[in-house]
Antibody, heavy 117, light 107 residues
């Protein structure tokens, strides 16, 4: 089973930038498709970005397109999310999640809290 | 984007009783639907995919059904560890979207 650990969450001001990381172990990272999903505390889940196993395909939700960038380093078994121009409404717990084929999310990290205020 | 609507918002169930959760898609998603369980302070956990396939290790009391736009998650005999929030998610097209969740609480 895959083990995912997010880091980088913090309190930032509107307009600032922040980077999140997700360290992955347990399976061959370069075989995994990865996503970032966020959740406002007490609310539902929102998928925000996806990257293919080799990093050649990337997708973004409209809410973050042009502000957030997903990337990965298969030599470091790590996934990243760089967030620019943060807004109050980006406040959420950010999860990284993996899948090996269809886009249901097989394994999740514990989440990291981003607060924009 | 495809809108996923879950009902009810809250379901009060006694241990040992049957729980039936519904999820509706705003357009045909075939069987490209997953169900997740989330407990307070924890990440979601995948229970079911392709509408009815249980993940390895998920108890048989959890079952999923449906196709097209109407889906159901049934917990045949609720156990104490089953209380939490259940989310449905489609993956038929971009972007994948989730329902707002159904909270299963102790009656």
């Amino acid at each position: 089973q895959v083990h995912l650990v997010e880091s980088g969450g913090n309190l930032v001001k509107p307009g600032e930038s922040l980077g999140l990381s997700c360290a992955v172990s347990g399976l061959t990272f370069s075989d995994l498709y990865m996503s970032w999903i966020r959740q406002v505390p007490g609310k539902g889940l929102e998928w925000i970005s996806y990257i293919s196993a080799r990093g050649t395909s990337k997708y973004y939700a409209d809410a973050v397109k042009g502000r957030f960038t997903i990337s990965r380093d298969n030599t470091k078994n790590s996934l990243y999310l760089h967030m620019n121009s943060l807004r109050v409404e980006d406040t959420a717990v950010y999860y990284c999640a993996s899948n090996t084929g269809s886009l249901h999310f097989d394994d999740w990290g514990q989440g990291t809290l981003v607060t924009v205020s | 984007e495809i809108v996923m609507t879950q009902s009810p918002a809250t379901l009060s169930v006694s241990p040992g009783e049957r729980a039936t959760l519904s999820c509706r898609a705003s357009q045909n998603i075939r069987d490209n639907l997953a169900w997740y369980q989330q407990k307070p302070g924890q990440a979601p956990r995948l229970l079911i995919y392709t509408a009815s396939t249980r993940v390895t290790g998920i108890p048989a009391r959890f079952s999923g059904s449906g196709s097209g736009t109407e889906f159901t998650l049934t917990i045949s005999s609720l156990q104490s560890e089953d209380f939490g929030v259940y989310h449905c998610q489609h993956y038929d097209d971009w972007p994948p979207t989730f329902g707002q969740g159904t909270k299963v609480e102790i009656k």
